[in-house]
């Protein structure tokens, strides 16, 4: 893409109501746009990001059999009552509004309640199962606080997946499959390395849970780790019995600040009880589902890499979910110069690189101020400077290493890796 073609401008000052730092960074670097607290819109390089982030949880949800699926954002509330979680004492997270035909509606926080309701429809038989379905989706949750960008909004994408199972034993199979589809989620966004797994005490409803949290600054949770032994503990279960059975010490354990950037939940047979939704078993017996719960925040997740993949000059993205691999900057008023890095974009887009190309009328300072602030994991600059340095300047956005490479070795350059 051409630069002068994107709509979105950087800005030096981020609204100065906005005091999160990915949301300062993606708001002045033109991928996001506030609309209100914990309210923001994915401009074109943002949603390229989303989209990015989006094909990694698809492939690793398909790779488990999980099927692809949609469903409304607006909801009944007599789907939420039979287990009371219409209830805003309950559930303190709910918008909700009239139809002006009468009735009450919510926007879906979360979609247990109306999947379950739906499977009525689908699943009788032990031969239905097991059914695992996810979606991406708009979650609405009225939050009381939304201070920290995209990490805590009162609407996000969240990737929400649901397993129905006939026993504990398909259950528990599938459970497994989706921790270890998790840990390659978060190891190909980049954040592998700093993601835990941590157990949890469930919600009123369920029967235990797991927490995928991240080492984040910004983020809210607290847990204790130990790197070498691969051992997380969450706050709300850290305690002698604990570290007892883990057979570690205090002493062994170091205190970081994470963002929860999963969370799965098992809820046994329970909510499928309430709800009615049962099958008929090998004997013909009425038995009731299994039901699993296994959210992603698709952007929070974008959040959490904004803080922690950036430094001073802007942001920094990996490989595999920056919406450019490479930014193309082309300086002075040589035609021959110009020429040279039209040339080079052509072949790179030929070649399937994703490439931004700053064809913009600007000097050096403002277009090398501009790509460090968004943050592509290569720059090249094809400049006269660059020509007597013996080619064209790749820098490296992450390590700052620079290269000089022959135009013509520029493609191989890139597909070698
Ligand atoms: P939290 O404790 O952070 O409020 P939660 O327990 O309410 O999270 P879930 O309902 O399990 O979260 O949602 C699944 C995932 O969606 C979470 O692990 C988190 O990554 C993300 N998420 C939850 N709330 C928000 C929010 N307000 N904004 C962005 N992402 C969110
Ligand atoms: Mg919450």
Redesign the pocket.
Known sequence: MKQSALFTKTRKEAPSDETSKNAQLLIRAGYINKEMAGVYDLLPLGMKVVENIKSIVREEMNAISGQEFIMSSLQTKEVWTPTNRWDDDVVDVWFKSDLKAGGEIGFGW?HEEPIVEMMKNHVNSYKDLPVNVYQFQNKF?N?LRAKSG?????E?V?K?MYSFSKDAEQHELFYQKTIEAYHRCYQRLGIGEDTFITFAAGGAFTEFSH?FQTICEAG?DEIYINREKGIAINEEVYNEKTLKELGITEDDLEKVTTA????IFNFGTQKCEEMNLFFNDEQGKQTPIHLGSY???I??VMGVIAENMSDEKGLVWPEEIAPFTIHLLTFGKNENIFREAENLYHDLKKAGIEVLFDDRDLGPGQKLNDADLMGMPYRIVVSEKAAENGGVEITHRNSGEVEYVDPARVIAYFMEG
């Open positions: 979360s949750r939050e995209l990490m805590r909004g009162r996000f969240m929400d927490e809210e929860e950037v999963g969370n959210g992603i925040g952007t929070r």
